[in-house]
């Protein structure tokens, strides 16, 4: 007779992703209800889609990178699919089937969990949560300026300052027309200087340079007049030749309005931005930390006015955001912004014997539907001695003892862990005595 052999199976969790313990799930829930709070308030309605969608939707607008980043497969139907890399396509979809029943403009939000198969880091795993903030239907500069407001509003909910971060942006227009009409590159290098440029920072310079004059007509004449575009600022960029002045203008328009709402200390023209993602058209931007500890883009987004079009016949404006929970919680936790969540906002009710045990039960039952968070032992022969230190570890204040005693003199314990005082209550007034306290 062969030995079953026993296969001792991995604790650690699969490379890119996190396990969520009960603390872990406090911080994330509350990243997201702070979230929820700000994004509702401006009139954004949640929505949420499948975690699989066709692999054509990404390789149609996503760009190269994130095809090379998909967990995709042929599921048993023979299809092609894909684990959702990112929100936006599922999102054009969804709002291209419902067009005409949708009233202008369209706010919608949603927080899903994404993969991209990469290598994971300081602030980049293969699974996370992403708030996508989505405006559709208005062509003026005024979606823009409600976008950005917001972004910079979720970060203030979160005790932020405008020096803890800083929002960059420009406009896909300029750098089109830069590249195709100052440099004059061809379609092919065009698209190959773009993506460059969009690494820029995550490679050395000299790296930078050597890519970059490969691609350039006029190699280091051109590279001259790249650097100069690149730093230039509202008022240099039409030194620039060939920049496309109508949008420039668009952009001054643009940027006054920023000053009128107080964010011009926080809001910057750079036109060195450039977002990865094929599908951007018109205004882009991404926000930054401040800190020298974390030099690097928290989140950004921009505008995609050609996506809807893919699913329908009417072309509708689309500009959003998204903000990743990884990047949010390394800025919260680098400018000491994340609370604490070792105490257990609640009571625990100690029951003790088997005698007070449906009493107890029923006490708690009443708490419970006053709103109050309850927690019981099970054990009903556990002493006193060992119930109280398990009490603490679970981050309880404040306990309630019932025994036999109480249970006769219509009477309860209210204990507090933390100043270790109690005293005697009747049992009537237990529940507006609790409703007191402050957890």
Known sequence: ??????????????????????????????????????????????????????????????????????????????????????????????????LRELPRPIRWFSIPNLWRYENPGYGRLREHWQLNVDLFGVNHWTAELEIIRLACDILFAFGANNKDFRVNFSHREILNNFLQKTLKLEPEKEYAVAKLLDKKNKISKEEFESQILDLLPNSKQDLEVL??????????????????????EEVKEFYKAIEKLGLKDTVFFDPSIIRGFDYYTGFIFEIFDTDPKNKRSLYGGGRYDNLIGLFSNEQVSGIGFGLGDVTLQNFLSLHNLLPSFQSQAGI???????????????????LRKEGILCETNLDLNVKLSKLIPQVEKKGYRYMLLFGEEE???????????????????????IISEVKRLKF
């Open 348 to 366: 625990y009710l100690g029951v003790l014997g088997e005698k007070v045990f449906f009493s107890g039960m029923e006490l708690a039952g009443n």
């Open 227 to 248: 650097y100069k575009f690149l730093s230039s600022n509202l008022e240099n960029i039409l030194e620039i030749p060939n920049i496309n002045i109508k949008v420039v």
């Open 1 to 98: 007779m062969e030995l079953e052999t026993k296969i001792k199976l991995p604790t650690t969790n699969y490379k890119g992703t996190r396990d969520f313990f009960p603390n872990d799930m406090k911080l994330r829930n509350w990243m997201f209800s702070t979230m929820r709070e700000v994004v509702t308030r401006y009139g954004y309605l949640e929505y949420d889609g499948p975690i699989l969608e066709s692999l054509e939707l990404y390789k149609a607008k996503s760009g190269e990178e994130i095809e090379k980043q998909l967990y995709s497969f042929v599921d048993k139907g023979g299809r092609q699919v894909a684990i959702r890399p990112e929100m936006t396509p599922t999102l054009a979809r969804m709002v291209a089937s419902k």
């Open 407 to 429: 249970l006769d003199s219509s009477s309860i314990i209210l204990k507090d862990l933390k100043e270790n005082i109690q005293k005697k209550l009747p049992l009537v007034e």
